[in-house]
């Protein structure tokens, strides 16, 4: 294998891991806050068609991104209000918004289904694009790439260092005693829901935007169960996430790459991978939990009842 | 009436009632009135501007237009293979269509199973292989189409590798594999292909990744048996050519697209509506293609030389006329063995069920 074949995989990983990176932080936000969302998949496809509805009408990527936001956003108010304000099953209410998504989405984009955009190109950035190996992989992409490192950081920072990151774990952890201390335990997790709803529908503008600038149905084709998979797989912890998509991003690249350099790993198998990973994560968890500490959120996917 | 006669018009009797009513006026509207052929159409994805379902309802459009108010056409897109689309060709024929074209391969088993229910309506259906007293088949000979687009791709490769993006490793894209293939060799004996399966019919970002993978390995003509048009885009974006299947991609790219292999599915719908209006429909399986121009080529991008294109044109007229064939022997597969012997060609069967790489293609049919 010579350098450029390394740098050319490395590149192709992180561009497809971004947007598991963008989904799962945003899961991941929301998770920590107590809200298990499982409408991710309804929220990218949601995003990818306004966001490219938008861009192509209006001509601007910009506008397109915003709108896949405003979207991503609008949609988990849904669910945020009927799971958190109306305290119904956040399962039930997320597989709901999963085919409520799917089909909106493909209602809204028929029209646009075989129009083009031009979509984000990459942009180098002077020098550090020039590092040997990493360079193209971290700073010769496409700018929706380098707002997901942006985004990581700063949701790194806030889980890590601030009050705000404490007050979003407390209210996840245990909802009442984050009450009993002057929290404002809905408005907490409306807002995480809605932070996850925003990175859904940036997620699905990296698709129909940056990496296939087109609107195909089911363009997320399951990116969103497997950024929650992820979420798991990370134990919800930021920094593993990013670890993780770029880890299942390479393993997606690598399954293609084999096939050319004439390996034969069944196809099947690969595909199964990331979910022979969260059982395994999961089984583990279980353990630990039995036995001491545990990752998950305490009160994660639990109904709150505000106090009267 | 309810008043005078509760003893009567119970729920049951009054369901009995309408029923019988609404079978009187059906068929006093069918006696009197000289009906339009109600005809059906029950599409697998979204027409959209490009791709298998828009080629299918161009061909709608063109036969409304062909006769006007004697038919009188409908369709269902976005219609799921399996459970959900037994509800739709029931639905369709129990609202009274006469004849319902259902075009994916997957509503073979439900068109089958409604056809059973209404014997007095006419289906048709695509890419299938099941026929009944009322059901036919149809489908498109794309191999033709996929050859002469190799044989275009054979002629623009530089580095001799064209890169091909498949699907699922069933004979259907094994074929067009194998017939784009045939075709780059005619024209460049030296070319070779590399595969790659991406195991979904749809995931443009997979597609795209899988287009820049065989891009890394050498490629540069790529084409795709796929459904979307990711990689006719990633070929732009890298400046390497492209060839298109289902509908004209040129498009997705402007520069580098060569040529797309098309579908045209208005002869048959054609033949088909005339055949019902005249009394003569039987059920039967077709399978058309250049002759028929059911299959086609789009316009040439004007990078491709005047003398290929040539070329390209004359294979056609002698396909199309019968003195040559795609399968052509002799040919022989990836270990050297004679698949087809001089002088002879493959039958359909034979075509139906390939399972095998001709020679220069690069490595295995993963099992």
New interface residues.
């Given amino acids: 294998m010579d350098i450029s ?1 390394i740098e ?1 995989i490395l590149f ?1 990983m992180v561009r ?1 891991g971004t ?1 598991l990176l963008l989904v799962a932080l945003g899961a991941m936000m929301s998770e920590r806050s107590g809200v298990l969302n499982l409408g991710q998949e309804g929220m990218i496809l949601v995003g990818a068609a306004c966001g490219f509805i938008a861009a192509y009408a209006g001509g601007s990527l910009g506008l397109g991104v915003l709108a896949a936001v405003a979207a991503g956003v609008a949609v988990s108010l849904v669910f945020a209000f009927i799971a958190l304000t109306l305290i119904s099953n956040q399962v039930a209410t997320g597989l709901a918004l999963t085919i409520f998504g799917t089909g909106l989405s ?1 209602f809204l ?2 029209a646009y ?4 955009v031009t979509g984000f190109a990459p942009v180098a950035i002077p020098f550090l694009s020039d590092i040997p190996l990493i360079g193209t992989a971290l700073f010769a992409q496409d700018l929706l790439v380098y707002l997901s490192f942006v985004l990581f950081a700063a949701v790194f920072v806030v889980m890590r260092y601030t009050r705000l990151g404490l007050i979003i774990r407390a209210v996840g952890e245990n909802p009442d005693v984050a009450h009993a201390l002057g929290y404002k335990v809905l408005l907490v997790r409306y807002c995480a829901v809605m932070f996850g709803g925003a990175m859904a529908g940036l997620a699905g503008a990296y ?1 129909s935007l940056a ?4 609107w ?4 997320a ?3 969103g169960w497997i950024a929650l998979a992820l979420v798991v797989f990370a134990s919800w912890r930021t920094e593993r996430i990013l670890l993780g998509a770029w880890l299942f991003g390479f393993a ?2 690598l399954h ?2 084999l ?4 390996y ?1 790993i ?3 198998l690969l ?1 199964m991978l990331p979910y022979v990973v969260t059982i395994l994560v999961l089984v583990m968890m279980m353990y630990r939990q039995q036995n001491q500490g545990l990752f998950a959120p305490r009160s994660l996917g639990q109904p709150y009842h505000p106090p009267k | 009436m309810a008043l005078l006669m509760p003893q009567l018009v119970n729920k049951k009797n009054l369901r009995r009632l309408l029923g019988i009513t609404t079978a009187a006026l059906l068929s006093i509207s069918a006696s009197v009135f000289a009906d339009p052929l109600k005809v059906g159409f029950v599409y697998v ?7 298998w379902t ?1 080629q299918h309802d161009e061909a709608r459009k063109i036969v409304e237009k062909e006769f006007g108010d004697k038919i009188e056409t409908t369709y269902v ?2 219609v799921a293979e399996g459970a959900d689309a037994e509800r739709v060709i029931r639905n369709m024929a129990s609202r009274g269509y006469d004849l319902i074209f259902t075009t994916s391969f997957g509503y073979m088993n439900p068109t089958i199973k409604v056809a059973k229910m209404f014997p007095k309506v006419k289906f048709e259906h695509a890419t299938g292989y099941k026929t009944a007293a009322n059901v036919g088949n149809y489908q498109a000979r794309d191999y033709e189409g996929r050859f002469l687009a190799g044989m275009v791709a054979g002629a623009m490769t530089k580095k001799n590798v064209i890169g091909y993006v498949g699907a699922f490793p069933i004979p259907e894209v094994i074929r067009g594999i194998n017939s784009f293939m045939l075709g780059a060799q005619a024209v460049n004996p030296d070319v070779k292909m ?7 019919w ?9 287009a ?3 891009v ?2 050498g490629a540069d003509v790529l084409t795709m048996h796929t ?4 990689v006719i ?1 990633a070929a732009e974006a890298k400046g390497i050519y492209s060839v298109g299947f289902n509908s004209d991609m040129s ?2 790219g402007p520069k580098t697209h060569l040529t797309s292999s098309t579908q045209h599915w208005e002869s048959i719908y054609s033949a088909k509506i005339k055949a019902v209006l005249a009394g003569t429909w039987k059920p039967e399986a077709i399978w058309h293609g250049l002759k028929e121009n059911v299959v086609s080529l789009s316009p040439f991008n004007p990078v491709v030389p005047a003398a290929i294109a040539e070329k390209v044109n004359a294979y056609k007229a002698e396909i199309i006329a019968g003195t040559r064939a795609v399968y052509q022997g002799p040919i022989y597969d990836q270990a050297g063995t004679l698949k087809v012997a001089e002088g002879k060609s493959l039958s359909d069967e034979e075509l139906h069920q390939q399972n095998w790489y001709v020679k220069g293609i ?3 049919i ?1 099992q």
């Fill in positions: 074949l050319n192709a497809t947007p493909a984009g028929a289904v075989g129009q083009t698709l990496y296939t600038p087109m195909a149905e089911g363009i084709a399951g990116r997606s690249i293609l790459l096939q050319g350099y004439g034969e069944s196809p099947n595909a | 994805s979204p027409i959209g501007d490009a791709g828009y897109e976005s590399k595969v790659v399966w991406v195991n979904t749809h995931d443009p970002a997979k597609e795209r990744e899988a820049e993978s065989l890394l390995q459904d979307s048009a990711a885009q498009a997705y690069d490595g295995k993963p």
